[in-house]
C-alpha cells in the first residue's frame, strides 16, 4: 500500500487501530474532557463573567434617558461630528448608544469610581470593544444591558465596534476617558 493509490481494502473501519493512534486518540479524548471541565470551571471561578442585567427598551426610552443625561452633563464636544463629551457624576447610571456608525456620547468617568454603565444599539447589531482594557460585549437593538463599571486605570480608552455594521463599520470608533 502507498499513500497515492487508494487502498486496497476499502473498509478502513474493519481495520484494527495501532498502538500509537489509539493512544493519541486517548490523549486527544482526555484533554478534550480537560478543556471541558476548565471551560465550566472558569465560568464560575474566572470572574470573567458579563453581566446578565438586562432589558427590553426602545430606541425612543433608550434615547431618552441618554438625552436628560447629555444635556445635564455636557462638559464640551468632539470630533468633527460634535459629539457631546459627558462627565456624570461618580456613582450615577450613564449611558451609551450605538448606532449607524458612531458611539454616543463620549464619557469621561473618574477613577476607582463605581457606574452603572447602560448600553444598547439603536439599529443594527453594534460592537462595545474597549481597548486596551479588551472588555467586549455585543450590542443589541431592543435590548438595554447594564454593567457596572469601576474603571481602575486612568487613561483614554479605545471604543471600537467589533460586529460588522455596513459600509462605515470600520470608522465606528470612539474613545472613552477616564480621570
Ligand atoms: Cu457598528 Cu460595526
Redesign the pocket.
Known sequence: MSAILPPADRLWYKHPIDRVEGTWIAIALLWCIILFVMMTGWHIWGKQNLSTETYRSTPAQFMEKAQAMVDKYTVRTETEEKIPVVAPPAGSDVYLL?R??NFWPILELEKDKTYRLHLTALD?N??FSLQPANINIQLVPGFEHVVTVTPNESGTYSLV??????IG?HR?VSRLYVK
Open positions: 450605538a449607524l456608525w443594527y453594534h460592537g465596534c467589533n460586529e460588522y455594521c455596513g463599520h465606528m
